[in-house]
């Protein structure tokens, strides 16, 4: 018979790890609170379009990494690569563009991408996605951006720096995409395939290229950053003065890029400060205007964030965060008696109704061996029921951390003493 395993680039969560988790989760609960987002959770598959219009048929994940397959009725899906487009499918479906706007929407969604594996990088993931769909205000820009920074203080991760960028609009970009063309022009045989290949379809993703034969060629590359147009220099200018004001750390990036035409103005990254190649980047996002039209709507402005929860708790660990132990057991029921099933289960299901966690010994096993498993199970006190105290009505309520002190209460009374102890 095989050995099975998780499959390449997914992980077993195991339960030592699950603190981590909750810290994450509930962080996420009181941030998204804080800036008054609502939770909306969306499918783990869409059609497959939905990320060929809404994540770009030139990027990795699309040209690579989805997961797609046929269904049974011949319908071509895609396991969820990222939770933007699904999110503003959803708004434009159900019709989200009459209610108040901004709608402020987070979800915290399993992402599958045929990745290369690596630490912090898997093929299941899970997204931290927040959207802010029906604003073109920079002070919303901002907003986004500290929700994810507040998010990394309430985790204890105090090494992020924003890295904030421009790409201004579609048509003032254009002007720019052609110097960027001429530049990159006489270096194409130098380059990684990947680039080769975006320099025709998608020339801004050359400045996001981790490819080491890319990197000599970025720094000389003309900066955008420095030739926006009037409006979305002042667009970035507000958003500037807001981070400044809010006291988040930023840096203007002038490498840093969203390679699809319906993204402008607002990108930005937050990257841990001894990270000077933005390798581990532990959120990140900008302005959308342009998708929804895109997905069959009407002209709605958006902007938003993703952030991996696997690479969030790594900075955390990284960071020394230290979190509370998975929660142990208060009462380990002790028993050995003939026909003690009935009394045993009564007992532990009294106790478990007050509140109190309750783990039971295994029937058949020695005093010996429960007590040793009670032990291991790190409970508080253990709660004795052998033949003279079940024929009594009693029970031996045992302290296991303290100096092994016991004594003989009611089982009536049974509840009351496990507090008081």
Request: with cysteine.
């Given at each position: 018979m095989p050995r099975f395993q998780a499959p390449r680039g997914t992980q077993d969560i195991l339960p030592d790890m699950q603190p981590y988790w909750a810290a994450v989760n509930n962080a996420i609960l009181e941030v998204?609170?804080?800036?008054?987002?609502?939770?909306?959770?969306?499918?783990?598959?869409?059609?497959?379009?939905?990320?060929?219009?809404?994540s770009g048929d030139t990027t990795d994940v699309v040209e690579k990494e989805m997961y797609v397959f046929q269904d049974r009725g011949g319908d071509l899906l895609a396991l969820t690569p990222e939770g933007t487009p699904a999110i503003c499918r959803a708004y434009l479906e159900h019709g989200m563009g009459s209610w108040p706007q901004p709608v402020r929407l987070y979800t915290t969604h399993a992402m599958f991408r045929y990745d290369r594996p690596q630490k912090g990088r898997y093929r299941q993931h899970t997204q931290f996605d927040c959207e802010v769909i029906g604003s073109a205000d920079p002070l919303v820009d901002a907003e986004v951006i500290q929700l994810l920074y507040r998010t990394l203080e309430?985790?204890?991760?105090?090494?992020?720096?924003?890295?904030?960028?421009?790409?201004?609009?579609?048509?003032?970009?254009?002007?720019?995409?052609?110097q960027l063309k001429e530049y990159y022009r006489p270096h194409l045989d130098k380059?990684?395939?990947?680039?080769?290949?975006?320099?025709?379809?998608?020339?801004?993703?050359?400045?996001?290229?981790?490819?080491?034969?890319?990197?000599?060629?970025?720094?000389?590359?003309?900066?955008?950053?420095?030739?926006?147009?009037?409006?979305?220099?002042?667009?970035?200018?507000?958003?500037?003065?807001a981070l400044e004001a809010a006291d988040i750390p930023f840096v203007i990036d002038p490498l840093l890029v969203r390679g699809l035409d319906y993204y402008n103005?607002?990108?930005?990254?937050?990257?841990?400060?001894?990270?000077?190649?933005?390798?581990?980047?532990?959120?990140?996002?900008?302005?959308?205007?342009?998708?929804?039209?895109?997905?069959?709507?009407?002209?709605?402005?958006?902007?938003?964030?993703?952030s991996g929860i696997e690479r969030l708790i790594l900075e955390m660990q990284k960071n020394g965060v230290q979190v509370p132990e998975p929660p142990k057991p208060d009462v380990f029921v002790v028993h050995r008696a003939e026909g003690a099933a009935a009394v045993v289960t009564k007992v532990a299901g009294g106790l478990r109704r007050e509140g109190i966690a309750v783990v039971v010994g295994e029937t058949g096993r020695s005093m010996k061996s429960q007590f040793r498993s009670a032990d291991a199970s790190g409970a508080r006190l253990a709660v004795i029921l052998g033949e003279d105290e079940i024929a009594k009505g009693v029970a031996v309520v045992k302290d296991l951390r303290g100096g092994g002190e016991q004594r003989e209460v009611p089982l009536a009374d049974l509840a009351q003493a496990v507090r008081s102890s």
């Amino acid at each position: 018979m095989p050995r099975f395993q998780a499959p390449r680039g997914t992980q077993d969560i195991l339960p030592d790890m699950q603190p981590y988790w909750a810290a994450v989760n509930n962080a996420i609960l009181e941030v998204t609170r804080l800036f008054g987002f609502k939770r909306i959770d969306t499918p783990a598959f869409e059609d497959a379009r939905l990320f060929e219009k809404g994540s770009g048929d030139t990027t990795d994940v699309v040209e690579k990494e989805m997961y797609v397959f046929q269904d049974r009725g011949g319908d071509l899906l895609a396991l969820t690569p990222e939770g933007t487009p699904a999110i503003c499918r959803a708004y434009l479906e159900h019709g989200m563009g009459s209610w108040p706007q901004p709608v402020r929407l987070y979800t915290t969604h399993a992402m599958f991408r045929y990745d290369r594996p690596q630490k912090g990088r898997y093929r299941q993931h899970t997204q931290f996605d927040c959207e802010v769909i029906g604003s073109a205000d920079p002070l919303v820009d901002a907003e986004v951006i500290q929700l994810l920074y507040r998010t990394l203080e309430l985790l204890g991760i105090k090494t992020g720096v924003v890295h904030l960028g421009s790409i201004d609009d579609p048509g003032p970009r254009r002007k720019y995409v052609e110097q960027l063309k001429e530049y990159y022009r006489p270096h194409l045989d130098k380059l990684s395939e990947d680039s080769q290949r975006r320099f025709e379809r998608n020339p801004l993703r050359l400045l996001d290229s981790k490819d080491e034969r890319d990197l000599p060629f970025k720094e000389g590359a003309p900066k955008l950053v420095d030739q926006l147009s009037p409006e979305a220099a002042a667009h970035m200018d507000v958003v500037r003065q807001a981070l400044e004001a809010a006291d988040i750390p930023f840096v203007i990036d002038p490498l840093l890029v969203r390679g699809l035409d319906y993204y402008n103005r607002t990108v930005f990254e937050i990257v841990p400060e001894d990270d000077e190649r933005a390798q581990g980047v532990l959120g990140g996002g900008g302005r959308y205007d342009g998708l929804m039209e895109l997905l069959g709507g009407p002209p709605t402005p958006a902007v938003g964030f993703g952030s991996g929860i696997e690479r969030l708790i790594l900075e955390m660990q990284k960071n020394g965060v230290q979190v509370p132990e998975p929660p142990k057991p208060d009462v380990f029921v002790v028993h050995r008696a003939e026909g003690a099933a009935a009394v045993v289960t009564k007992v532990a299901g009294g106790l478990r109704r007050e509140g109190i966690a309750v783990v039971v010994g295994e029937t058949g096993r020695s005093m010996k061996s429960q007590f040793r498993s009670a032990d291991a199970s790190g409970a508080r006190l253990a709660v004795i029921l052998g033949e003279d105290e079940i024929a009594k009505g009693v029970a031996v309520v045992k302290d296991l951390r303290g100096g092994g002190e016991q004594r003989e209460v009611p089982l009536a009374d049974l509840a009351q003493a496990v507090r008081s102890s």
